[in-house]
């Protein structure tokens, strides 16, 4: 029986990447770090041991945020990829590269001290659907 495996890869296409290992660590960090390399109120986040992770098309880019992590992110459509803390065994993966991100449910919130102030009322705003599906109707 072949491994399960979890793919994703980054908006334009030109980065893909499968493992067969998503740890139970999916979480949210707030930290302004992450803020910051996904462009968001927070990143979320799963780990995969690295010997797991192929990348099968494209090669990210890498920016070194601190003295031992580095982000990746697709070159070409800037998508952001994964927290990679260099001389660790394992690599957050950003969950919204996931091809189905839904499967993957954060079971923590780290980094809270730097979360937005009205994060909890957000589930509150009233429901709106985007572009695509506003056209077919």
């Known amino acids: ?3 399960i495996s979890f793919t994703g890869g980054c908006q334009c296409g030109a980065i893909r990447f499968s493992t067969t290992e998503l740890l139970d660590n999916a979480h949210i960090c707030h930290c302004r770090m992450c803020q910051k390399a996904v462009g968001n109120y927070f990143a979320a986040l ?3 041991p690295k010997d797991q992770l192929t ?3 494209g090669t990210p880019a890498r920016f070194k945020s601190s003295g031992d992590v580095e982000r990746g992110f697709c070159a070409d459509c800037g998508t952001p990829l ?3 803390p260099v001389h660790a065994q394992d690599i ?3 969950i919204g590269a996931l091809d ?3 499967d993957v449910k954060p079971i923590s919130p780290d980094s809270t001290e730097s979360r937005m102030p009205w994060f909890a009322e957000i589930i509150h ?3 709106s659907g ?3 599906e506003l056209d077919g109707k």
Request: aromatic share 12%.
């Open 130 to 132: 985007t572009s695509e």
């Open 55 to 57: 990348w099968t098309r």
């Open 92 to 94: 957050g993966l950003c």
């Open 1 to 3: 029986m072949d491994p």
């Open 125 to 127: 705003v009233p429901d």
């Open 100 to 102: 189905r991100p839904q």
């Open 82 to 84: 994964f927290f990679d």
């Open 46 to 48: 799963v780990s995969t």
